[in-house]
């Protein structure tokens, strides 16, 4: 319970007859809705809507607002999935009426400003992938990933292959194996060098004529870029197979090294991580893929394209190409999620491209400088790196002292350091790392904050040395106490009981009087 107020859905403060708005008698002729929409349009039964005042309404939300952990409220060291800070000014820009208020069925002449703007995006992101064409469709980075192996179906297809693997290192993002498998591909695991790069002789000994691709992360999980990406790239290319780079990892290298130099393919951004947008907790993302010219014949349609000015003169026009015969077709309805498409270019605008290198680099500064602050003595004995090398973005710890010494495991860190108002980070990830707990600082924090991060974990294997159940039955200060995450993952409630039937009680226990629908 946050200030006294008990949690309750918006359906349980619901009171009949109460409005938080009431509209003004009509001074116009009153149309029947029948004559307005057809028939099967038309409800039978009003809505089951919540009634309740303005104050109410602004209070529930409020205070909801209140219970989550967010960026805005302190450091968020989440690995892998850079949570950087969202300029306000971007969402000021995506929320203009020109853009909020653009209905997604508007016909291209009447759209040509949000046309225009996501021409330029591609353009934009085509120059940081250093590939030649992008598309905006996909949703999220694991549908780039899936819109990548479909693409990668499609060109064997083309030229009559039926290939049946992909290749994926053990030190992959979690869903590249599982994209493989909807795809329809059988998952083919190739191991770690001891520098935590690819086992290139494993590599080269699992790529053959039936290997359709090899997704992989540079840098990757563990933070580190692959030394030999040269050579990878050669066996996979000699093997016909194609080359998908996971752009999750992306912030760490932009302006500095681009993925279709590297030799990659197909490339996916994450424009919720890498280009600023307001994530985690489910959306909204957008994952666009760029790819080279061998592929591009195969990308979704529509493409957003700029077709110039009659015989050659007047202004250029941008407009929706459907006319492509090889496409793997529509990825989703309309042309993605727009809002954040202008997040992402009014980001790029606003710090330009030697900004962009300025923030890789200032990632990877901040990375490094905290993850020599985490090597010093009262931490690096009970989390110690797992691969002792330079990183990029983000580094891998593992816990396994602190589990063997003082009894505590990854788990109780990360709870633990809630109390400290800290996120924690990723952890149990990457699988070949023991008790892992993956850091990414990102390049929007202060030293006071890395700082502050790094006294917070000392203080917390300080205490374990005295009482280590602290940890374990940590956190204290947060709405929800430590919860049975297994069990929720194998057994969720998604769908609330009639309060009464349930006992009627909240999940703070306070008394519930009003049956609610489904959530």
């Not at 009559?160 to 994209?179: C, I, M, S, Y």
């Amino acid at each position: 319970m946050i200030g006294g107020e008990p949690t309750l859905t918006i359906y349980e403060r619901s009171k009949e007859g109460r409005r938080a708005f009431v509209a003004p008698e009509l001074d116009v002729p009153e149309v029947p809705v029948s004559e307005l929409l057809p028939s099967e349009a038309i409800r039978s039964e009003p809505p089951e809507l919540p009634e309740i005042s303005e104050p109410e309404i602004v209070r529930h939300y409020n205070n909801l607002s209140k219970k989550n952990f967010d960026l805005d409220t302190g450091f968020y060291p989440l690995g892998s999935c850079t949570m950087k800070h969202n300029p306000k000014l971007n969402e000021r820009v995506a929320a203009l009426p020109g853009f909020s208020r653009l209905h997604p069925l508007q016909e291209p002449q009447y759209a040509q400003g949000a046309l225009e703007l996501m021409w330029r995006l591609q353009r934009q992101l085509s120059e940081v992938a250093g590939l030649p064409h992008v598309s905006l469709q996909p949703s999220a980075g694991s549908h780039g990933e899936l819109a990548g192996l479909l693409l990668t179906r499609a060109y064997h297809e083309d030229h009559g292959e039926q290939r049946t693997k992909v290749l994926t290192p053990d030190t992959a993002h979690g869903t590249n194996p599982a994209t493989v498998t909807m795809s329809g591909y059988e998952v083919v695991k190739v191991g770690t060098a001891e520098d935590g790069g690819v086992d290139v002789d494993d590599l080269r000994a699992k790529a053959g004529d039936d290997t359709a691709c090899l997704m992989l992360t540079n840098p990757n999980t563990l933070g580190l870029f692959d030394r030999n990406i040269e050579e990878i790239a050669r066996i996979v290319h000699d093997a016909g197979a194609t080359l998908y780079y996971d752009g999750a990892n992306l912030n760490a290298v932009l302006g500095i090294s681009r993925p279709g130099d590297m030799g990659f393919d197909i490339v996916h951004f994450n424009l919720h991580k890498t280009f600023t947008q307001p994530h985690g907790g489910g959306g909204p993302g957008a994952g666009p893929i760029a790819v080279s010219e061998r592929i591009e014949p195969f990308l979704p349609r529509p493409q957003v394209v700029r077709r110039e000015g009659a015989n050659g003169g007047g202004e250029p026009f941008f407009d929706l190409d459907f006319e492509r015969p090889k496409s793997i077709g529509r990825l989703r309805g309309f042309q993605g999620n727009f809002g954040v498409f202008v997040r992402s270019y009014a980001y790029i605008c606003s710090v330009g491209g030697d900004g962009l290198k300025d923030v890789s680099e200032t990632a990877v500064l901040n990375a490094n400088y905290l993850r020599a602050r985490l090597a010093e003595p009262g931490i690096a004995e009970y989390l110690p790196i797992a691969f002792d090398r330079l990183c990029m973005h983000e580094f891998v710890l593992s816990g396994r002292g602190a589990r063997d010494q003082l009894g505590i495991r990854t788990l109780d860190i990360a709870k633990r350091l809630l109390d400290h108002r800290v996120h924690p980070p990723t952890v149990y990830f990457p699988l070949l790392v023991d008790e892992a707990l993956m850091i990414e600082p990102t390049e929007t924090e202060t030293k006071e904050r890395l700082d502050g991060f790094a006294d917070a974990l000392r203080e917390i294997l300080e205490e374990a040395k005295e009482d280590p159940e602290i940890a374990r039955n940590a956190p204290y200060t947060t709405p929800v106490r430590r919860l049975d995450e297994a069990a929720a993952a194998r057994h969720p409630v998604v769908r609330q009981a009639r309060s009464q039937e349930a006992g009627g009680r909240s999940q703070d226990g306070a008394p519930s009087a009003t049956p609610s629908p489904s959530i």
